[in-house]
């Protein structure tokens, strides 16, 4: 079963522009997971973010985590059209990782 | 460094036909196992994930099957493919750890099967 979902399905947006992207969940976890799907290849994982962490950085990513609103935020800033790719946020709600994956974003970046 | 390999990157069987997906780990020792189905513009859904040589945990019910015959070798298997068996099929690894810290997922290529 998935239990993510991420607002919006879809993002076209400009180079240069920021692009955010919203995963909501339905049960406590024990992390939170984004990774991105360049098209008909494997994910490659972003970042992480634990269960007792509320905001994470790498590099131009920005992830935001509020468990009790069972949501987390994914900004990308300043992007690139090479950031064209789905995105996927993946919950864990043990130490184990057996991720569960939610439905995912298109994000188109026009040059 | 860690590499996955999975083979092949595309196959198109005919309904009823046998399946058999190979996923390979180099670089590692004892890695857990995962094989997921992405169905077209959808997420991805666990089918068998393994911690061990021979050890196997079916998530869904259906007619596909897992095995482990090496530390780092997860086949995928079919005996008669379903035309719902299409899909984009992906391996992944994740490193077994024992301090219980979480960890992130490494993906495979992954495999186009049709089943026409």
């Known amino acids: 079963s998935q239990q993510g979902e991420e607002d919006p399905q879809a993002l076209s947006i400009q180079e240069g522009e920021n692009a955010t992207m919203n995963c909501s969940y339905k049960?406590?976890?024990?992390?939170l997971q984004w990774y991105r799907q360049n098209s008909g290849r494997g994910l490659v994982h972003l970042i992480l973010?634990?269960?007792?962490?509320r905001e994470k950085h790498s590099g131009r990513l920005r992830v935001t985590l509020d468990t009790s609103k069972k949501s987390s935020s994914l900004l990308i800033t300043a992007s690139r059209a090479a950031d064209t790719a789905s995105y996927f946020c993946?919950?864990?709600?043990?130490?184990?990782?057996?991720?569960?994956f939610g439905t995912g974003t298109r994000l188109l970046v026009s040059p | 460094s860690q590499t996955i390999h999975q083979w092949p990157a595309t196959l198109v069987q005919p309904v009823g036909s046998p399946l058999s997906l190979e996923c390979t780990v180099e670089?590692?020792?004892?890695?857990?196992l995962y094989w997921y189905r992405q169905a077209a513009g959808r997420g991805l859904q666990l089918l068998f994930y393994?911690?061990?040589?021979?050890?196997i945990s079916s998530e869904v019910p259906q007619n596909l099957s897992a095995s482990r015959p090496q530390d780092r070798q997860f086949i995928l298997s079919s005996k008669k493919l379903l035309l719902s068996d299409s899909g984009f099929y992906l391996c992944?690894?994740?490193?077994?750890?024992?301090?219980?810290?979480?960890?992130?997922?490494?993906f495979g290529p992954g495999t186009r099967l049709t089943v026409t």
């Open positions: 670089g590692t020792s004892n890695p857990n």
């Open positions: 973010i634990r269960s007792n962490e």
């Open positions: 992944a690894w994740s490193p077994t750890k024992t301090d219980r810290e979480p960890y992130e997922q490494y």
């Open positions: 993946a919950t864990a709600n043990t130490g184990f990782q057996k991720l569960v």
């Open positions: 393994s911690v061990g040589i021979g050890q």
């Open positions: 049960t406590s976890i024990n992390n």
